[in-house]
């Protein structure tokens, strides 16, 4: 079982430049999450899709749009993104209301320029 | 703001000696979990502890609730080297997902 994948492992963009961030799960999870962790600050949810076809914000959504493509996928995407995006970002996933516990991804390293 | 802070932010400790950490939070929960993450590392799931519950055990780990004071508590018995991480507590406001980490504790045990 690969459990949460996420790519690219790593990714330097210029200010304006625009990327997804992928994430996928083998794990017949519903829940799906991004999260980004900067220093000190612990982790801070950006988005989350409790079920496939819904999705909601988090604590810093802003500058970020999400899909869940489907039951397995997860995308985040900065249109155009800033250096306060330099972060580490992580997907996370979990089975349902009875068994809550996340399931993370290895993180993506984004340096914005 | 982040939902639960945890104390202490660091914490420094002699293999075989117990570690201690606390998390506060502001809101009704369901459960309250606790990560742990090695330097670069994803978080790892260690323990989950329903609002209904006081206390859990998992091996080395020992978790207290307590509801009224909206705080929990992580013990580690006889730390090795290996326990060497960041600890986060989570928790999710009563009937929502929205699963919020505390800022963590980064402990160090010393061989």
């Known amino acids: 079982n690969a459990g949460v994948t996420q790519t690219p492992k790593f990714q330097v963009l210029k200010t304006g430049q625009s990327m997804t961030l992928q994430c996928a799960q083998d794990?017949?999870?519903?829940?799906m999450y991004w999260y980004r962790q900067d220093p000190g600050m612990g982790l801070r949810l950006i988005y989350y899709?409790?079920?496939?076809?819904?999705?909601d914000k988090g604590e810093v959504p802003n500058g970020y749009n999400v899909s869940r493509l489907n039951k397995r996928e997860f995308s985040l995407r900065l249109e155009s993104a800033a250096p306060s995006q330099t972060s580490v970002y992580f997907c996370?996933?979990?089975?349902?209301?009875?068994?809550?516990?996340?399931?993370f991804g290895s993180g993506t390293q984004l340096s914005v320029l | 703001s982040q939902q639960g802070e945890e104390d202490p932010q660091a914490l420094s400790i002699q293999e075989g000696e117990n570690a201690t950490m606390n998390c506060s939070y502001k809101?009704?929960?369901?459960?309250l979990q606790w990560y742990r993450q090695n330097s670069g590392r994803g978080l790892v799931h260690l323990i989950l502890?329903?609002?209904?519950?006081r206390e859990k055990h998992s091996g080395r780990l020992r978790v207290t609730l307590d509801t009224s004071k909206k705080s929990s508590s992580l013990l580690i018995t006889a730390s090795r080297a290996a326990d060497t991480a960041s600890y986060f507590c989570?928790?999710?406001?009563?009937?929502?997902?929205?699963?919020?980490f505390g800022t963590g504790t980064r402990l160090k045990v010393l061989a």
């Open positions: 996370a996933s979990s089975v349902d209301r009875v068994d809550e516990k996340l399931f």
């Open positions: 794990m017949n999870h519903n829940s």
């Open positions: 899709s409790a079920s496939e076809g819904t999705t």
């Open positions: 809101t009704s929960i369901n459960n």
């Open positions: 502890i329903r609002s209904n519950e």
């Open positions: 989570a928790t999710a406001s009563s009937g929502t997902y929205k699963y919020i």
